[in-house]
């Protein structure tokens, strides 16, 4: 088992980019989850600043 966890001597490497990868594809749906939340807030800004403009027109 431990063969397997040294992974003939470059286990480090090979488990910090392991690591790395599941970090980076744990995060990208967080981020776009993020993402659109402020795009979807932006769009709201945006419709009600067109209501206010058409209101005083």
């Given at each position: ?8 001597g470059y286990?480090?490497?090979i ?9 980076l ?22 419709k ?10």
């Open positions: 088992m431990s063969e397997f966890f040294h992974m003939g286990g480090a490497y488990w910090s980019a392991m690591a790395t990868a599941l970090v594809m744990l995060l990208e749906p967080m981020m776009l989850v993020v993402k659109r939340r402020a795009v979807l807030k932006d769009i709201k800004r945006i009600r600043l067109e209501e206010r403009q058409n209101r005083k027109n």
